[in-house]
């Protein structure tokens, strides 16, 4: 005998309720699915920028005792003398005026670290931190001071040099500051970054910050997409001997250049051009420092953190107004065009 089931009319609007806010639902978890990829953190759309390791960085190789060697360098090293974090190696002294004590050594005591480890002591420094030969000594020194004061950090806050960065600005006196100031800001930026427009790069892996190379069975090319991939043109040299001859090219996506020329000179209508602060030939006006041929990793964090409100330094309200409307794509195509110029002479 067949059952029947009978519904009343308010068991019938139920139903219909019931079906309707499903779909309603649905509908809205839809909406919800493609803004939350449009609307997807400004740090993880610009991943290569940080260069994050997952995971745990691999250990150092161990020192063997074996003394290094670099063509034209007079001096050789262990890798404990390459790496010594107060006094590094300084493979080419005649590159550089004599460096201060706190370049040279650090500070010990301090827990200061020799600023010529990760910059070098030409102040070119690395993917993972900044080149800072050529700044003006104002801008360079109220850096420090915004890192002593908390008042700049990293928009993604997995980056693990900028915490060390800020400790050591905490602890260096002000002496410290205008020496290193003085000692950086004497020498002259030039050029240290080729940037390659291509539709594919060689296969890379992030590790302390950067983009290196990998080697036999995993090598091999693929896609850039949306990203800048920064890495040594030689590995053994940046990583193992701390070369501070040896440069680093830039992959960018190509038209990825003109398209950031165009947002530098015009703005594009979505924010001011930078030639009003940074000079007609972003050589740097005053304090405002020079654009030209800067690591594109670099510039991509700093307009980063200062759309995602991590710098608060005092001059940091005036960029906040000029990459309030820039897209991670606009962030990449810029800092591609800014690292392909020449520096200036």
Known sequence: MATTTHTTPLAHGRAALAGSAWLVAAAFLSLLTAAGASAQPLVDQLA??????????????????????LPGAEKTYTLDQIRHRFGPADWFPGDHPK????????RE????????????????????????????????AQQLYDMKHGLRMSADTRKPNTPRMIAFAAAMTDEEIQQAAEYFGAMKWTPWIEVVETKTVPKTSPRGGMHLRLEGAEAGMEPIGKRIIETPRSTEDTELLRNPHSDFIAYVPVGAVAKGKSLAMTGDGRTTQCTVCHGENLDGLGVVPSLRGRSPSYIARQLADLKQGTRHGPWAPLMVQVVQKLSADDILNLSAYLASLSPAP
């Open 109 to 140: 005591a301090a827990g200061i670290w020799a600023c010529s480890l990760c910059h070098y002591p030409n102040g070119k420094g690395r993917p993972e931190n900044a080149g800072v030969t050529g700044l003006p000594k104002e801008y360079f």
């Open 99 to 106: 460096m201060p004590s706190v370049v040279a050594n650090g």
């Open 48 to 69: 290569w920028a940080y260069a994050i390791t997952p995971g745990q960085d691999p250990p150092a190789p161990a020192d063997d005792g074996t003394q290094r060697r």
